[in-house]
């Protein structure tokens, strides 16, 4: 795992993750050119989401068998299709099938991660998977910067075409750069299958599942709601303007690079914690929104780091317990993200329209407290069962 190697990879899951976030700063530019009333815009967000998770569920198992380098190409030329299908949309339904086909195929995010933990040392497969992911935060957040400029200049539709075109070429270079991953091929797709719903029966799996499961539920309330507040009164900024917040997500989530060398060093279960808190408090200032742009900066620079840093240690505890089975593991533990992630979508919309900012503010501390809590009582049971002795040294003492 060299330099290039880590930042083709970092790009890759950037532009692919792009393709599920872009639409977020245009929300109402989007609406209005396709007819589709406020309450019901943050689903342009949600079906992306929903598509990631049938996706997860079904193609990224596929890494434990396959060539990860040929499935990489494979995912980005269809990212490609379905952003170029959005950007050419004449109606809602047709850019709705769009951002699902996009959605569904933007899972090669999790088989690059994959990748990445099975090429990787186990000394540095947490500083690895550390850099490689930033290009989802990357992706994520840096969209909207440039999806804000993208759409003054030339309209919302040249963000997905922009997309379209940077996925095609990715395509090609992931095919003349990355050295070949041939699985054994010895396990065939059910049984692949099969492996993958019996994680969710393992409770260090299911702990870090349900954390981010609120963690991007609270992550999504905040950067699909922004955009409509900002753009109404007091503050009435232009897409270019609220896109520009991303640099401030941006600059949060990079500060957290960091904690996959943390998880390397055995603190991925205390930066959990830490940073679940820092989301808690994140929604103290995000809530002034309406007051306070200063605030707001603040309050997203917070959330940011917090979500970033959670994000990798799971990733890094999940790849080091299951380690014969990462693109399960990780496929399995996005589904928890996937659904998280449109739900804060679809809801902080609805709330918005029903109660201003108060409703998404609301939900999404009320969601960082959930993923806190989640943490507080898997560290608490972790705790219990390290301190008790086996079976046999147990009835021994009995006796």
Known sequence: MNGRTRLLLAVVCGVAVASVYAGQPVLGPMGRDLGVPVDSLGWFVAIGQLGYLAGLVLLVPLGDMLDRRRLIAAHLALVAAGTAITAA????????????????????????????????????????????????????????????????????????????????????????????????????????????????????????????????????????????????????????????????????????????????????RRVTGIALALLVASWAAIG???????????????????VQAVHVSNQHTLTAAYPDRTSSTIGAYMVFYSLGSALGAAATTALFDAAGWIGPTVLGVALALCALATWAFSARTATRAARRPPLGQAEEAFD
Do not use: C
């Open 89 to 268: 949309a004449p109606v809602a339904w047709a850019a709705f099938s769009g951002l699902a086909t996009a959605g569904v195929f933007a899972v090669v995010v999790q088989t690059t991660v994959a990748y990445t933990a099975s090429i990787s040392p186990s000394a540095e497969r947490g500083r690895n998977l550390g850099i490689v992911t930033s290009g989802v935060v990357i992706g994520i957040l840096g969209a909207r910067v440039i999806a804000g400029v993208l759409a003054d200049l030339w309209g919302w539709r040249s963000i997905y075409l922009t997309l379209a075109i940077l996925a095609a070429v990715l395509a090609l270079l992931t095919l003349a750069l990355l050295p070949a991953d041939v699985r054994p091929g010895t396990a065939r797709y059910g049984q692949v299958l099969r492996s993958f719903g019996g994680l969710f029966a393992q409770p260090v799996f299911l702990s870090r599942g349900l954390i981010a499961f609120f963690l991007f539920a609270s992550f999504g309330t905040l950067w699909s709601g922004m955009a409509l507040p900002l753009a109404g009164a007091p503050w009435h900024l232009s897409e270019a303007q609220i896109g520009l917040f991303g640099v401030a997500g941006l600059a949060g989530a990079l500060g957290a690079a960091r904690s996959g060398r943390w998880g390397d060093a055995g603190h991925a």
């Open 288 to 306: 002034q929104l309406p007051w306070s742009l200063p605030l707001l900066i603040l309050g997203v620079i917070l959330l940011d780091f917090a």
